[in-house]
């Protein structure tokens, strides 16, 4: 890629299996992150205040640095703990998010959602932008949570935002994608070890 002189538009990380995995990653953004592109990053640590089973200390250092690369970050409030070293707490009000969010933002990425934040019978994203300050976006909450959610949005955040589409207008579609997506699932039956159903309603989407 590098001797055909390749670009890109936009890059997007996901979950990540082991140190030398992030370090690839790290060494691809070194050749291919420029000022011309977006770099979106989804830092699949943990979730429920817990780090996954898969995942090691190492991996959490190594993502820290990964974050730096960052214009747009995409971690639910987990990961926002561990990458922080905040203690977890899922009551965290928007003053104690913003504090977070920002301190997320000095590692690199200009604009913060911090994801799935359980608010009642809403679940709620933390958005931040460096100079703009911190807002919350709120969905009415349906059925349970599935596996899948946090891809979805994230690649919904990361082709708007290479098509130029406002931050808060994205963070807002992609909420109401998800809600449709569950929504859509439980109408099919779908099992919640199965994830998400979302292609059927690819076409919804503008």
């Not at 979106?40 to 974050?67: A, F, N, Q, R």
């Not at 214009?71 to 926002?80: D, G, Y």
């Not at 932008?129 to 969905?139: A, F, L, P, S, V």
């Amino acid at each position: 890629w590098i001797k055909l002189g390749l670009k890109f538009n936009g890059i997007c990380t996901g979950f990540l299996g082991s140190e030398k995995q992030i370090m690839i990653v790290e060494e691809f953004l070194l050749h291919f992150k420029t000022d011309n592109n977006i770099t979106i990053i989804d830092p699949v640590m943990g979730d429920y205040g817990k780090l996954y089973s898969t995942y090691t200390d190492g991996m959490c250092t190594e993502m820290k640095k990964l974050v730096s690369y960052a214009n747009i970050l995409t971690p639910n409030l987990t990961e926002a703990c561990i990458l922080t070293g905040r203690e977890y707490n899922a009551e965290y009000g928007n003053e104690e998010l913003e504090i977070i969010a920002k301190q997320l933002s000095d590692m690199g990425p200009s604009k913060i959602v911090i994801t799935g934040i359980v608010r009642g019978t809403y679940i709620a994203n933390y958005c931040y932008e460096d100079g703009c300050g911190g807002y919350e976006i709120k969905t009415t909450k349906v059925g349970t949570q599935r596996s899948g959610t946090g891809d979805i949005f994230t690649a919904i955040i990361a082709a708007d935002a290479v098509n130029k589409v406002n931050f808060h207008e994205s963070v807002r579609k992609a909420s109401q994608f998800i809600k449709k997506c569950i929504m859509k699932s439980i109408e099919l039956e779908i099992p919640v070890t199965d994830g998400v159903c979302f292609e059927e309603l690819l076409t919804t989407l503008r």
